[in-house]
């Protein structure tokens, strides 16, 4: 896809998002989708490569969450893989603070590639696995916003996420579509790990039939702290 082209195509969906993108945030993106390409012939990062896809499922499903940050929030991507939704994020929002977290390091030198490329400020990566992350003092319950897209069901995910978020933060869990089920067995989980379920939004991405669903867990209470379980533990035995 020709430059012109994308910039065009991009500004055009984000605006559906009140999203008003900028010329050299416009780059950037122009530069990660690039590099994501490149990159995604010698490791895989994504199943999706064609720039249109790149485009709404990547970038504006990532910015679809915008709305429900607030200014200089600070902010941890749990799980991010190739940056999303952390890194296209960053890009529209200069006044956050990101930490991309991710347990395989051929995906943190990718992303640390196209930090550099795009010269973002106040974001890093940090390579560890999320169960052992969230015992770490460094990261335990510092952070305002706790994002994560697609990553395991809601009972896991919530193990995942919730020991990071401060009290009175909150989780964004990015999901698919037809979640009511999947919510319903969260209940239990999320109320032990210290959260409560605020919001459930369901949408489709701009100019497309494309379901998609956003959980939103305020954090109520400061997790138990036997919680996260030791790495792997979450996923096997899951809280039911």
């Known amino acids: 896809m020709e430059k012109k082209e994308f910039f065009e195509n991009l500004r055009k969906q984000a605006s559906k998002l009140n999203i ?16 994501l390409i490149d990159w995604n012939e010698k490791i895989n990062l994504t199943a999706i490569t064609e720039p249109e896809d790149i485009i709404k499922k990547h970038f504006v499903d990532s910015l679809e969450i915008n709305k429900y940050i607030m200014e200089k929030s600070n902010v941890i991507d749990v799980g991010t893989g190739a940056g999303f939704p952390g890194l296209p994020l960053k ?28 010269d973002l400020n106040n974001i890093k990566t940090v390579h560890f696995r999320a169960e052992d992350a969230g015992k770490n003092t460094q990261f335990r319950e510092k952070f305002d916003v ?10 896991i995910l919530a193990e995942y996420m919730l ?5 009175n933060g909150c ?3 990015m999901k698919g579509s037809n979640i009511d089920e999947e919510v319903k067995t969260s209940v239990k989980a999320i109320n032990e790990l210290g ?14 039939d494309i379901k998609r669903s956003i959980v939103i867990i305020r954090k109520i209470k400061s997790t138990p702290s036997k919680y996260p379980r030791k790495a792997g533990m979450p996923s096997k035995n899951p809280i039911i």
Do not use: H, Q, W
């Open 171 to 173: 989780c964004i869990c």
């Open 195 to 208: 959260g409560k379920i605020e919001n459930l939004e369901e949408f489709e991405l701009p100019d497309s």
């Open 20 to 35: 008003n993108m900028e010329n050299d945030e416009l780059e950037k993106f122009f530069s990660y989708m690039n590099l």
């Open 146 to 155: 706790v994002t994560s897209r697609a990553v395991a069901p809601l009972n």
């Open 163 to 167: 020991p990071f978020a401060k009290v």
């Open 91 to 118: 890009i529209v929002r200069k006044d956050i603070n990101i930490t991309l977290l991710d347990s395989l390091n051929k995906r943190i030198n990718f992303l640390n590639e196209v930090i550099s490329f795009t």
